[in-house]
């Protein structure tokens, strides 16, 4: 008989550890994320799940956002400047803060953020729910755990970050201007009018990407890593948080790494 739900990949990062325990874990998270989008499709789509976790996701990662982001876009349009001044071109300040916000710094900032506050308090509620076997309690009722608590908290995942995105590149911009004009005396106008000298439409839809990616690749890790604890009490709990935060930053600079070179091939190609 085939075996049906989460009983198929259920034996994924908490295998021995190993060469073959690794590759059990990379194909287990492949076989859940891929039954996670199938679920996309299915109907009925949970969207009361789905807007309480993205609520949910919001609240918790909106206040470390913008904490991380305004010295952190700050501090690195700082630094470009002081550089693009030593070259003799402070006026290309503008167009660094543009360029600098919109490809890296938004993407990277958001979802580390909704990596670091979002997806470990989704391991953490799964990772409860599977020691207090509810999630076996799911099963024998009927109900795919995939469908019903994986893939909204995937899609919610994936929404806030993107819309967490479009804040953080404001912010990275409007520091980058403060820094620029009334801190190291560049041009307004000459900032203005660099900011889509490197910067356009491609960049912002490649961003966009980037970070709804991003959401989507942190919410699967954390829901994979809750749904895999195979006892261990509030312990294998709290090492199931700390794995999930490794392995979401580990994914995210491998994609961030492919989704910014074929960017790049696809703009200047």
């Not at 909106?62 to 876009?73: D, E, Q, R, S, W």
């Amino acid at each position: 008989m085939a075996v049906k739900g989460p009983e198929r990949w259920t034996t994924g990062i908490s295998m021995p550890n190993g060469l073959s325990g690794a590759m059990q874990a990379i194909g287990g998270f492949f076989a859940m994320a891929l039954d996670a989008v199938r679920f996309v499709f299915v109907r009925p789509f949970q969207w009361r799940e789905f807007l309480e976790q993205s609520w949910f996701v919001a609240r918790v990662a909106m206040a470390p956002t913008l904490l991380v982001a305004i010295p952190f876009t700050t501090l690195v349009s700082f630094t470009l400047n002081i550089l693009l001044r030593e070259l003799g071109a402070a006026d290309l300040s503008g167009a660094g803060a543009a360029f600098g916000a919109v490809t890296q710094l938004g993407p990277m900032v958001t979802v580390l953020v909704v990596a670091g506050a979002g997806a470990t308090a989704m391991c953490a509620d799964l990772g409860s729910r599977t020691i207090r076997e509810e999630i076996e309690a799911m099963e024998v009722l009927g109900i795919n755990p995939v469908q019903r608590l994986v893939t909204p908290r995937m899609l919610a995942a994936g929404l806030v970050a993107l819309l967490l995105n479009s804040l953080v590149v404001i912010i990275g911009i409007l520091g980058g201007y403060v820094f620029s004009v009334f801190v190291q005396d560049v041009n307004p106008g000459a900032f203005a009018a660099g900011l889509t000298l490197l910067t356009g439409v491609p960049e912002v839809i490649i961003s966009c990407i980037k970070a709804a990616l991003f959401g989507l690749i942190a919410g699967l890790v954390a829901c994979y890593r809750g749904l895999t604890i195979t006892g261990g009490g509030a312990k294998a709990v709290g090492n199931a948080v700390n794995e999930t935060v490794v392995y979401a930053f580990m994914a995210l600079f491998v994609i961030n790494v492919v989704v910014t070179a074929i960017g790049i091939r696809m703009t200047t190609g």
